[in-house]
């Protein structure tokens, strides 16, 4: 039973454009989600969160919007840049446990 | 600042052999998790400890274990090898918890292969 779900495995986007990665959680008790970035060969980055008290949060080209009454969360990357090439996964917790629940992730292909 | 290192990178064992991977945290940081990454399926979280104390843990079995050392270094074991513990083992470690800090810091992991 998969809590957190990133359905599209893989998105590509021509360079410049918008890329909008979603996720989709079950579980209502989640108040805290974050954006990490996978290089291959590499451990995931921090990319950016989101408290659920926020329905978005912004940094640098990149902003996260939360639907909490559609438990839906995307991830905006304006302008796309060839360096966003790789996988995106989202991560969700809950105030009564440390565990960060992890989706399967989104390949992000930025085309030149 | 050093960012979080794992030993060794690339592993190869067989079936029914046990294997020790380790982690070095980020300097200062108390908090570390373990995950085990295969294709398809995200990151599943192993474990995390937290001074030395194991706080919480995911739905694997007893053949994986772990264990904190009082200068934050940690090590997970994994006994009795099965082909389908083959995966990236992931390391990260943050100031705090590893759900609400500003985010965990990952290391490179170790790439396990079970023949």
């Known amino acids: 039973d998969q809590q957190v779900k990133q359905n599209s495995p893989s998105l590509s986007v021509q360079e410049g454009r918008i890329s909008i990665l979603n996720c989709d959680y079950t579980?209502?008790?989640?108040?805290?989600f974050l954006w990490y970035k996978k290089y291959p060969a590499e451990g995931p980055t921090f990319l950016i969160s989101i408290s659920s008290i926020k329905d978005k949060n912004e940094d640098g080209r990149f902003t996260v919007f939360l639907n909490k009454s559609a438990k839906h969360l995307s991830l905006h990357i304006v302008p796309s840049q060839p360096g966003d090439s790789a996988v995106y996964f989202c991560?969700?917790?809950?105030?009564?446990?440390?565990?960060?629940?992890w989706g399967a992730g989104t390949k992000l292909i930025i085309k030149p | 600042k050093a960012g979080v290192t794992q030993t060794p990178r690339y592993l190869i064992k067989t079936r029914g052999q046990q294997v020790t991977l380790s982690c070095s945290p980020i300097?200062?940081?108390?908090?570390v998790s373990w995950y085990q990454q295969t294709p398809g399926q995200g990151l599943q979280f192993l474990f995390e400890?937290?001074?030395?104390?194991?706080?919480n843990k995911g739905n694997f079995p007893g053949r994986f274990s772990g264990r904190q050392f009082s200068n934050s270094r940690s090590e997970m074991n994994v006994s009795t090898l099965e082909l389908g513990d083959s995966a990236l083992y992931l390391c990260?470690?943050?100031?705090?918890?590893?759900?609400?800090?500003?985010?965990?810091?990952f290391g490179p992991g170790t790439r396990l292969t079970v023949t």
């Open positions: 991560a969700a917790s809950d105030g009564s446990n440390y565990q960060l629940i």
């Open positions: 579980n209502s008790m989640f108040d805290y």
């Open positions: 990260a470690s943050s100031l705090q918890s590893s759900g609400r800090a500003g985010g965990q810091y």
């Open positions: 400890y937290f001074s030395e104390t194991q706080r």
């Open positions: 300097s200062g940081h108390r908090s």
